[in-house]
């Protein structure tokens, strides 16, 4: 456990200030740096490179030749024993990653440490995958051989966001690779730290230089340039729907394909015949968990009238059960807001929810680190019975703000959950195996989780539907992102 007030200085020195393009660090053309808060203090922990467009075609540069001479000729058993190592080193290096993590994010220790985990088991994932993305036969008939290949799409582009930092790199990262592109990588400006020691672990484990390069910098500066660069094939973007469309306007001006994985409004369903502590448990991890900073967090709360009172009363005392404070301070379990704009926008949600007479069952304000008065912290909120067409339904908050609707049937709780124009997930929590299965054919939504919140894993797809993305991340179908089909057909 670092001490907050001391190791943390010493920890932030060592962490690289260069990007890392070419298997090397290098520093910024323009010669700026940036710096980057450690949102528990509210403080700057560290400096990065502000890269410009002159770095994001270095990297592109790197990237095109690593494709072409080398990665490309790679064969997919090696790429696949490479991402192996890979993930072996994501595990001894786990530590310094999640203290990293922490510095840069505001969210726990504990939080970052399963984060770290599931970044090394998505490499160990696509490296089992690299050597079984198979191609097809086609009959034509006995006078010809029809066969198609599945080939790398070349320079990928990997947008990350400051939610899921390092897990969000490498759930993307990883099936590029497995399937023989090559990546440039622009973390979110306020959490560049993981990125960067995750692209110097790669090397470490043998990845050739180029094959994974990180440029830093902000989204106008670094980002802009990067997804409409022209040797860019695929873009992966993670964060805001206003984002992702401008990234998706500029990777067409290139025919450019995307996966986006935007926002969310997502609904946690909790019908009368539930298992209520089952459910109370979930509902408190699906939004209070990273406070509440997640894209598929359940920002919204369906529940049956008829146990709505008890059960309001049993979260609040969950909710206020929770320890705010630094990420690393032993027994804290509810993290920071990544920034002050970001924890003002959450404020401003909740501040627009009071002015229209909307019941706060518990939270509802700024906080601070209780341990030293500092930090970017907003209470765990539940805002009670609102109205379907209210912002704090309709928006995404992206913080520890949850919103509480109440039905009277399941029939008026999926239509309820397929309220807003978001469809990214949907909980569900009900004994009754056949409703599990009607709601969970009825909500419109990537991914419907039954009796867990977040269930699922690397193995399983992961993205949304409407303005909450297009495409899938995670499982076997990832890796087809990166691969352009050939079909080759021969006259026998
Ligand atoms: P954002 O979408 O603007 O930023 C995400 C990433 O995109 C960052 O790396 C950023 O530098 C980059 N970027 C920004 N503009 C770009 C451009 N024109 N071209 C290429 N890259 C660009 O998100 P934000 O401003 O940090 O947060 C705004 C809101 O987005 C949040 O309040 C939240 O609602 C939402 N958000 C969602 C997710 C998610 O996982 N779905 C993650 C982060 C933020």
Same mark, same amino acid.
């Given at each position: 456990?670092?001490?907050?007030?001391?190791?943390?200085?010493?920890?932030?020195?060592?962490? !690289?200030?260069?990007?890392?393009?070419?298997?090397?660090?290098?520093?910024?053309?323009?010669?700026?740096?940036?710096? +980057?808060?450690?949102?528990?203090?509210?403080?700057?922990?560290?400096?990065?490179?502000?890269?410009?467009?002159?770095?994001?075609?270095?990297?592109?540069?790197?990237?095109?030749?690593?494709?072409?001479?080398?990665?490309?000729?790679?064969?997919?058993?090696?790429?696949?024993?490479?991402?192996?190592?890979?993930?072996?080193?994501?595990?001894?290096?786990?530590?310094?990653?999640?203290?990293?993590?922490?510095?840069?994010?505001?969210?726990?220790?504990?939080?970052?440490?399963?984060?770290?985990?599931?970044?090394?088991?998505?490499?160990?994932?696509?490296?089992?995958?690299?050597?079984?993305?198979?191609?097809?036969?086609?009959?034509?008939?006995?006078?010809?051989?029809?066969?198609?290949?599945?080939?790398?799409?070349?320079?990928?582009?990997?947008? #990350?966001?400051?939610?899921?930092? =390092?897990?969000?790199?490498?759930?993307?990262?990883?099936?590029?690779?497995?399937?023989?592109?090559?990546?440039?990588?622009?973390?979110?400006?306020?959490?560049?730290?993981?990125?960067?020691?995750?692209?110097?672990?790669?090397?470490?484990?043998?990845?050739?230089?180029?094959?994974?390069?990180?440029?830093?910098?902000?989204?106008?500066?670094?980002?802009?340039?990067?997804?409409?660069?022209?040797?860019?094939?695929?873009?992966?973007?993670?964060?805001?729907?206003?984002?992702?469309?401008?990234?998706?306007?500029?990777?067409?001006?290139?025919?450019?394909?995307?996966?986006?994985?935007?926002?969310?409004?997502?609904?946690?369903?909790?019908?009368?015949?539930?298992?209520?502590?089952?459910?109370?448990?979930?509902?408190?991890?699906?939004?209070?968990? /990273?406070?509440?900073?997640?894209?598929?967090?359940?920002?919204?709360? #369906?529940?049956?009238?008829?146990?709505?009172?008890?059960?309001?009363?049993?979260?609040?005392?969950?909710?206020?059960?929770?320890?705010?404070?630094?990420?690393?301070?032993?027994?804290?379990?509810?993290?920071?807001?990544?920034?002050?704009?970001?924890?003002?926008?959450?404020?401003?949600?909740?501040?627009?929810?009071?002015?229209?007479?909307?019941?706060?069952?518990?939270?509802?304000?700024?906080? #601070?680190?209780?341990?030293?008065?500092?930090?970017?912290?907003?209470?765990?909120?539940?805002?009670?019975?609102?109205?379907?067409?209210?912002?704090?339904?309709?928006?995404?908050?992206?913080?520890?703000?949850?919103?509480?609707?109440?039905?009277?049937?399941?029939?008026?709780?999926?239509?309820?959950? /397929?309220?807003?124009?978001?469809? =990214?997930?949907?909980?569900?929590?009900?004994?009754?195996?056949?409703?599990?299965?009607?709601?969970?054919?009825? #909500?419109?939504?990537?991914?419907?989780?039954?009796?867990?919140?977040?269930?699922?894993?690397?193995?399983? !797809?992961?993205?949304?539907?409407?303005?909450?993305?297009?495409?899938?991340?995670?499982?076997?179908?990832?890796?087809?992102?990166?691969?352009? +089909?050939?079909?080759?057909?021969?006259?026998?």
């Amino acid at each position: 456990m670092v001490d907050v007030s001391t190791s943390a200085a010493a920890f932030s020195d060592s962490l !690289p200030s260069a990007h890392f393009i070419d298997g090397e660090w290098r520093k910024p053309q323009s010669g700026n740096l940036m710096e +980057t808060f450690d949102p528990g203090r509210a403080e700057p922990h560290a400096r990065f490179a502000a890269g410009t467009a002159e770095d994001v075609a270095e990297a592109v540069a790197s990237a095109k030749r690593a494709q072409r001479d080398e990665w490309r000729k790679t064969t997919p058993a090696e790429r696949g024993r490479i991402l192996m190592r890979a993930a072996e080193l994501i595990r001894q290096n786990a530590e310094r990653l999640a203290i990293a993590e922490v510095l840069d994010s505001g969210k726990t220790l504990g939080e970052a440490r399963g984060d770290v985990r599931g970044s090394a088991r998505a490499f160990e994932y696509y490296a089992g995958a690299a050597d079984k993305h198979e191609g097809k036969a086609f009959p034509l008939g006995p006078d010809y051989t029809s066969y198609s290949i599945e080939e790398p799409i070349g320079v990928t582009a990997h947008i #990350v966001p400051w939610n899921y930092p =390092l897990s969000t790199a490498c759930r993307s990262i990883a099936p590029a690779l497995a399937a023989g592109c090559t990546a440039v990588v622009k973390p979110a400006e306020q959490t560049p730290m993981t990125a960067l020691l995750l692209a110097e672990i790669l090397v470490q484990a043998g990845l050739p230089r180029g094959v994974c390069n990180v440029v830093t910098g902000t989204g106008i500066s670094a980002g802009a340039p990067l997804v409409s660069h022209p040797d860019v094939r695929h873009v992966t973007f993670t964060g805001s729907t206003v984002t992702g469309i401008n990234v998706m306007k500029a990777a067409a001006q290139n025919v450019a394909s995307v996966t986006l994985e935007l926002g969310g409004k997502s609904p946690n369903i909790v019908l009368a015949d539930a298992d209520i502590e089952l459910a109370l448990d979930n509902v408190v991890g699906a939004i209070f968990e /990273n406070a509440g900073q997640i894209c598929s967090a359940g920002s919204r709360l #369906v529940i049956e009238r008829s146990i709505h009172a008890e059960f309001i009363e049993k979260l609040v005392a969950r909710a206020r059960a929770l320890r705010i404070g630094h990420g690393l301070t032993e027994g804290v379990n509810f993290g920071a807001i990544n920034s002050a704009e970001h924890l003002a926008k959450v404020a401003s949600y909740v501040e627009g929810a009071k002015a229209r007479g909307i019941s706060i069952a518990t939270g509802g304000n700024v906080a #601070v680190d209780p341990a030293t008065g500092k930090g970017w912290f907003f209470e765990p909120t539940v805002l009670d019975d609102v109205k379907w067409d209210d912002p704090v339904v309709q928006e995404e908050i992206f913080g520890p703000v949850l919103a509480v609707q109440v039905v009277d049937s399941a029939e008026e709780a999926v239509e309820a959950a /397929n309220c807003t124009d978001y469809a =990214l997930a949907a909980g569900l929590f009900t004994k009754d195996l056949t409703r599990a299965l009607r709601i969970a054919r009825d #909500v419109d939504a990537g991914q419907v989780y039954v009796n867990e919140y977040f269930a699922g894993g690397i193995e399983t !797809p992961f993205g949304g539907n409407r303005r909450s993305g297009i495409g899938r991340e995670k499982g076997l179908v990832a890796v087809t992102s990166y691969c352009k +089909t050939k079909a080759v057909s021969i006259r026998i």
